[in-house]
Each structure stands twice: as C-alpha cells, then as structure tokens.
C-alpha cells in the first residue's frame, strides 16, 4: 500500500561507501534512516533543515515519492534510496537551491 507522506524536511544520508547524498523527508522517514543506522545499513544522517517551505517543487516532489514508493515498516533489513529520474533530481535540485543547501 503506498504511503501518502508529506515532506518537511532536508537530510543528509551518508552510504557506507563514505558518499553522501540529500534527501527531501519528514520526521518519520529520518526515524528510519537513524534506524538504518543503528542496523549499519547506512553510515550516518543528519537534519540539514527542518520545516521547508511547502513550495511548489516540494509538492511535485511529495507526489512523486507517494506514487512510487512506500513507507519501510519498522522491521526493515534494506534502506533503499529512492530512485531519481532526471526530471525528478531536477526537482530536488531546485528545492535544495530554494532552501540554499546546494
């Protein structure tokens, strides 16, 4: 069942590999990856910013994540990184700009 998500947030998600990526997520969706850390799925997240403007690109971006994706159950054993198509990472890359990440 997909999840109806609303997005809040920025974070920052580091792989195991040392690389690191942005992500756009709320408060639940940062309790799994510090979860995934904990399991050593991940090396590392961190809040970059809390409570991002609901802009138009952030709308764009919630819908494509709630047509595509859903929300991992609490007993995960995977963090998967959501897949961008290139129109798609355009829309992330204008809301990090928005919010003077990037």
Not at 49 to 68: D, F
Not at 69 to 97: A, N
């Amino acid at each position: 069942m997909k999840s109806h998500e609303t997005l809040t947030l920025i974070e920052q998600i580091t792989r195991n590999d040392g690389s690191s990526y942005y992500e756009i997520a709320n408060m639940v969706q940062n309790g799994r990856a510090e979860k995934a850390v904990m399991k050593g799925l991940i090396k590392d997240v961190r809040i970059i910013q809390l409570n991002i403007p609901r802009s138009s690109s952030v709308i764009k971006y919630e819908q494509y994540v709630n047509e595509h994706f859903t929300m991992p159950g609490e007993d995960f054993d995977e963090f998967p990184e959501w897949t961008k198509p290139s129109e798609i990472q355009k829309v992330v890359d204008q809301i990090l700009h928005e919010n003077h990440v990037a």
